[in-house]
Nanobody, 119 residues
Framework: QLQLVESGGGLVQAGGSLRLSCAAS????????MAWFRQAPGKERESVAT????????NYADSVQGRFIISRDNAENTVYLQMNSLKPEDTAVYFC????????????WGRGTQVTVSS
C-alpha cells in the first residue's frame, strides 16, 4: 500500500514562503501523476498543482499560477510544493495525492499539513 506523508506546513506572514514535502512510503512505480490539493475551512477541497510523474509536466490552479511551484525527486520518491508570495487566502490544510495506474483518479492521499498565512 502506498503511503504519503506531508511535512513543511506552518505559520507564515503574508508575502512569505513555505516549502511542503510529500514522501511516498515505497517505490513510485505505477504512479501517473501526483498533486497537491488544499481545503480551507468551510470550503471544498481544490486542486492546487499537479505533476506528471514520468514527464514532469505541471499544471496549476489560476489562483496560485506564478507563485507556487510543484516539483518531484524520483530518486527520493518525493514531491514538493514551493509556495511564494503567500496570501491569507492560501490558508488551508494541504494534501498530497497520487494518481496510480489501474485505479480511478487520485486514490492515495496523505493526512495533510496545515498552512496558515497571517495578514
Amino acid at each position: 500500500q502506498l503511503q504519503l506523508v506531508e511535512s513543511g506546513g506552518g505559520l507564515v506572514q503574508a508575502g512569505g514562503s513555505l516549502r511542503l514535502s510529500c514522501a511516498a512510503s515505497r517505490l513510485t512505480f505505477g504512479i501517473r501523476a501526483m498533486a497537491w490539493f488544499r481545503q480551507a475551512p468551510g470550503k471544498e477541497r481544490e486542486s492546487v498543482a499537479t505533476i506528471n510523474w514520468s514527464t514532469g509536466t505541471t499544471n496549476y490552479a489560476d489562483s496560485v499560477q506564478g507563485r507556487f511551484i510543484i516539483s518531484r525527486d524520483n530518486a527520493e520518491n518525493t514531491v514538493y510544493l514551493q509556495m511564494n508570495s503567500l496570501k491569507p487566502e492560501d490558508t488551508a490544510v494541504y494534501f498530497c495525492a497520487a494518481d496510480r495506474i489501474g485505479r480511478l483518479g487520485y486514490s492515495s492521499w496523505g493526512r495533510g499539513t496545515q498552512v496558515t498565512v497571517s495578514s
